[in-house]
């Protein structure tokens, strides 16, 4: 066994784990494409783009090489009085792929500081107009938009939550346009836009934004939304001045089948969250994009409407180089090809899934696929997940059920054949399971 396993063993605390009882975690030495190569040789389907990051497969060539010349050319510089060419185009570029409607880019680490600073900059931005009174914040059942406490305040409360209950702001909580378990319906998106809309009615004045994660919840098992609700959502909310904040950190750069999945609506937010795939899953970076409107209300010669606000990384030229050469892939037409491509294998198997007893629903938004195993308590906590996590390792393929729901969120380049193979064995789980393995 080498060191540096026994050297991560005694020092290392890893992120969602109960270290107790996790199982040893899995020392991985490379990575090429959709596969992970474990110490001891084995290959491991990252059917997962290990948690949502990576696009274009494990150490892209593309990729690595425009970050290798970057760190040797200007590996970092403060970004306060200081502009340089990978940032600038990167938010030139990115502005364009939202129709030049977004227009400014505000730069900071991960998803979750880019949530913050999109909450900053709503709240400041009624400051700065003179409605100070408009603070309150729309977030919805079941969302996720990062584990900072601003961002978990904005999440659904849940057991991760709980201790930090008395130091999060409260937000307004609207029902989401899906099912919490099962097939969503035309109703959920009633029920969903009846209560907001009646909500505004009577308090639009206090309300500065509504966050969504548009069309899919990640985190809370990949609830796939009912069609046309995101477009209400910005109807209505337009309607009031309210900002729209579209949280695509993990539905943008076309894991919905779209480059973000407010195309799919012909929807333009107010603000939107970037992060996961922007650098292709290399770096750490994240964009958080606003209107023009929304920036000039910080235009001004009383520096208190300055947003005072930044990271110490804020808008590594690594990163923006990275992210720079995983736009260069993902505007090609192969790329596209490839995400319909994924679409189709995903719905080429859905009358397999539906033939099977045992699954609660399954559905499919572009390159995403879920399936929902019926169970008597379902959830993120249902002992079903880490049994059915560790049945899918021993096959040689990273799945990472959350609770109930396993899903497949695949690296674009994934293999015709792997990903019929990772859903060959989702398949062969579900007869696991009623066999009787999993309790
Ligand atoms: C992952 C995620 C975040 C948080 O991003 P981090 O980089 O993990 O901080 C926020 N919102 C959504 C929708 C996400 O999926």
Not at 56 to 85: D, K, S, Y
Not at 307 to 328: E, K, M, Q, R
């Amino acid at each position: 066994m080498s060191s540096w396993i026994e050297s991560g063993r005694k020092h290392v605390w890893h992120p969602f784990t109960q270290m107790k009882t996790a199982p040893e975690p899995l020392p991985v030495v490379s990575g090429k494409d959709e596969l992970l190569v474990l110490a001891d040789g084995r290959q491991v389907i990252d059917a997962v783009s290990s948690w949502w990051v990576t696009l274009h497969g494990h150490a892209n060539p593309v990729i690595a090489e425009a970050i290798a010349r970057q760190a040797a050319t200007l590996e970092q510089v403060i970004f306060a009085g200081f502009i340089h060419e990978p940032a600038a185009v990167l938010s030139e570029r990115l502005s364009g792929h939202w129709g030049g409607h977004l227009t400014r880019s505000f730069f900071s680490d991960d998803g979750s500081t880019a949530v913050e600073v999109a909450i900053k900059l709503s709240v400041q931005y009624r400051q700065n107009t003179g409605e100070p009174h408009r603070t309150q914040v729309i977030a919805l059942d079941h969302a996720y938009h990062g584990d900072t406490l601003g961002a978990m305040s904005v999440g659904e409360r849940s057991a991760f939550t709980a201790p930090f209950q008395k130091l999060m702001f409260d937000v307004i909580r609207m029902p989401s346009p899906v099912a919490a378990s099962g097939p969503t319906t035309a109703e959920h998106r009633q029920i969903a836009m009846e209560t907001l809309v009646s909500y505004l009615e009577y308090h639009h004045n206090e309300v500065t934004a509504l966050i969504v994660e548009p069309l899919v919840h990640g985190a809370s098992g990949m609830l796939m939304w009912a069609p046309g609700a995101l477009r209400e959502i910005r109807d209505v909310t337009a309607r009031y001045g309210i900002h729209l904040i579209a949280d695509e950190i993990m539905t943008g750069f076309y894991r919905t089948g779209e480059l973000f999945a407010c195309r799919h609506e012909q929807v333009m937010p107010d603000i939107t969250c970037l992060s996961k795939g922007l650098t292709g899953g290399f770096l750490p970076l994240s964009v958080t994009m606003c209107t023009e409107e929304i920036y000039e209300a910080f235009l001004s010669d009383d520096r208190m409407k300055t947003f005072f606000h930044g990271h110490s990384y804020t808008a590594n030229p690594i990163a923006c180089a990275a992210a720079l050469a995983s736009l260069d892939l993902l505007e090609t037409e192969e790329t596209r090809r490839k995400v319909k491509g994924i679409e189709e294998v995903h719905r080429s198997f859905l009358p397999a899934y539906q033939a099977q007893p045992g699954v609660a629903d399954v559905r499919v938004t572009g390159t995403i696929f879920a399936v929902e195993f019926a169970e008597a308590t379902p959830g993120y906590f249902s002992g079903l997940g880490p049994k059915l996590y560790q049945f899918y390792l021993s096959e040689g393929v990273l799945l990472r059920p959350l609770g109930n729901v396993v899903y497949i969120l695949p690296p674009y380049c994934i293999s015709r054949e792997n990903l019929e193979k990772v859903h060959r064995l989702i398949l062969k789980s579900l007869e696991w399971v009623r066999e009787g393995n999993a309790r």
